[in-house]
């Protein structure tokens, strides 16, 4: 072929070739939320901690994922995080259509389902994945700082009155199992739909204490002078000078229950996904995850906002789930016995 590089043609072929497939590999890649939205789901009130981690995942995982989806928040209160675990486990949240990643109030709403604690739960630690774990921390016993109650032992033969949203969320399981294990005689207020709105509640001297994560009372609790009592969780998370449960606690039936709900810490941050969510919108929300706590632009303003963050991990928030779902027949019988 007079003029013409046959050589020449064909590299510029294949240049294009290989330069459509990338475009194409790149592009699909990317596809998958393009144009889509996923919502955030918090199993609580606008007012707490929780409500407050869900805006800053909101913020801040949209930037990690391929496709620059929407991303929603709603707050769906109501039983201390039974009401969003029920709906997504009904598939009246179609979680096979549209991304739906919730945040359950505080550790225990998972875990407690494994017993359960109520007969309104329809849903199941097996019914969920973890897709991001961003914070490991104790809950913490607190009550309000001009009562005379110094320690836990303090409140044996006391009345004292605790906010809580719902019958199986922390609040109200923690201040009953005092009840049971220090002699007491806490009443449980139901019907607030934040911490924020519990913490309000104690100024107000509609009731006396408050069980809640950490963080949340750090940065929600300044309204009033609480005093902390006493801390549920991984010792190695627990400030100095506020006891740990398990350091109290001689009874080996009240130690179980202690334990099981100390280890559950690992889910007071967690987000997690139906398990019906796509195997591929998983792996991407994920590894979204994990890039966003590696941010330093996310490390940098949770440092500002003074929002904890670290000491968890999606694997390990995994095998606790896993943990959960195939709880030991005669360990889940002596936990019913003494949640009733």
């Given at each position: 072929?007079?003029?013409i590089n046959?050589?020449?043609?064909?590299?510029?072929?294949?240049?294009?070739l290989?330069?459509?497939l990338?475009t194409?590999?790149?592009?699909?890649?990317?596809?998958?939320?393009?144009?889509?939205t996923?919502?955030?789901?918090?199993?609580?009130?606008?007012?707490?901690?929780?409500?407050?981690?869900?805006?800053?995942?909101?913020?801040?995982?949209?930037?990690?994922?391929?496709g620059?989806?929407?991303?929603?928040?709603?707050?769906?209160?109501?039983?201390?995080?039974?009401?969003?675990?029920?709906l997504?486990?009904s598939?009246?949240?179609?979680s096979t259509?549209?991304?739906?990643?919730?945040?359950?109030?505080?550790?225990?709403?998972?875990p407690?389902?494994?017993i359960?604690?109520?007969?309104?739960i329809?849903?199941g630690?097996a019914?969920?994945v973890?897709?991001?774990a961003?914070?490991?921390?104790?809950?913490?016993?607190?009550?309000?700082?001009?009562?005379n109650?110094?320690s836990?032992?303090?409140?044996?033969?006391?009345?004292?009155?605790?906010?809580?949203?719902?019958r199986g969320?922390?609040?109200?399981l923690v201040?009953?199992f005092?009840?049971?294990?220090?002699?007491?005689?806490?009443?449980?207020?139901?019907g607030y739909?934040?911490?924020?709105?519990?913490?309000k509640?104690?100024?107000?001297?509609?009731?006396d204490?408050?069980?809640?994560?950490?963080?949340?009372?750090?940065?929600k609790?300044?309204?009033?002078?609480?005093?902390?009592?006493?801390?549920?969780?991984?010792?190695s998370?627990?400030?100095?000078?506020?006891?740990?449960?398990?350091?109290?606690?001689?009874?080996?039936q009240d130690?179980?229950?202690?334990?099981?709900?100390?280890?559950?810490n690992i889910f007071?941050?967690?987000?997690v996904?139906?398990?019906?969510?796509?195997?591929?919108?998983?792996?991407?929300?994920?590894?979204?995850?994990?890039d966003?706590m590696?941010?330093?632009?996310?490390?940098?303003?949770?440092?500002?906002k003074?929002l904890?963050?670290?000491?968890a991990?999606t694997e390990?928030?995994?095998?606790?789930?896993?943990?959960?779902?195939?709880?030991?027949?005669?360990?889940?019988k002596?936990l019913?016995?003494?949640?009733?």
């Amino acid at each position: 072929m007079d003029g013409i590089n046959v050589r020449t043609i064909s590299a510029a072929v294949g240049g294009i070739l290989i330069g459509l497939l990338l475009t194409f590999n790149t592009s699909a890649k990317g596809e998958y939320y393009s144009g889509k939205t996923i919502t955030i789901l918090v199993g609580a009130g606008p007012s707490g901690g929780t409500s407050m981690y869900g805006h800053l995942v909101k913020q801040f995982l949209g930037k990690h994922i391929p496709g620059n989806p929407d991303i929603i928040l709603q707050n769906k209160p109501g039983g201390g995080g039974i009401k969003m675990g029920n709906l997504l486990q009904s598939g009246k949240l179609d979680s096979t259509k549209r991304t739906y990643v919730a945040l359950f109030p505080g550790a225990f709403p998972l875990p407690a389902a494994a017993i359960p604690v109520s007969d309104k739960i329809t849903y199941g630690p097996a019914d969920f994945v973890a897709v991001g774990a961003l914070l490991n921390e104790p809950a913490i016993v607190a009550v309000r700082a001009n009562t005379n109650v110094k320690s836990v032992y303090d409140l044996a033969g006391k009345g004292l009155r605790w906010g809580s949203g719902g019958r199986g969320a922390s609040p109200s399981l923690v201040p009953l199992f005092i009840n049971k294990t220090f002699g007491a005689n806490n009443k449980i207020v139901l019907g607030y739909k934040g911490s924020g709105t519990m913490i309000k509640a104690i100024a107000g001297n509609e009731t006396d204490g408050v069980v809640l994560a950490l963080s949340t009372l750090k940065k929600k609790g300044g309204i009033v002078p609480l005093r902390y009592i006493l801390a549920i969780g991984d010792k190695s998370t627990i400030p100095a000078g506020i006891p740990d449960i398990m350091d109290l606690v001689d009874n080996e039936q009240d130690r179980i229950f202690w334990k099981f709900f100390a280890d559950s810490n690992i889910f007071a941050r967690t987000f997690v996904v139906h398990k019906s969510t796509p195997t591929k919108a998983q792996e991407i929300l994920t590894k979204a995850f994990d890039d966003m706590m590696a941010s330093p632009e996310f490390i940098a303003f949770c440092k500002e906002k003074k929002l904890p963050i670290g000491g968890a991990t999606t694997e390990a928030a995994n095998k606790a789930l896993a943990f959960y779902a195939n709880l030991d027949p005669v360990l889940r019988k002596q936990l019913q016995d003494m949640v009733k």
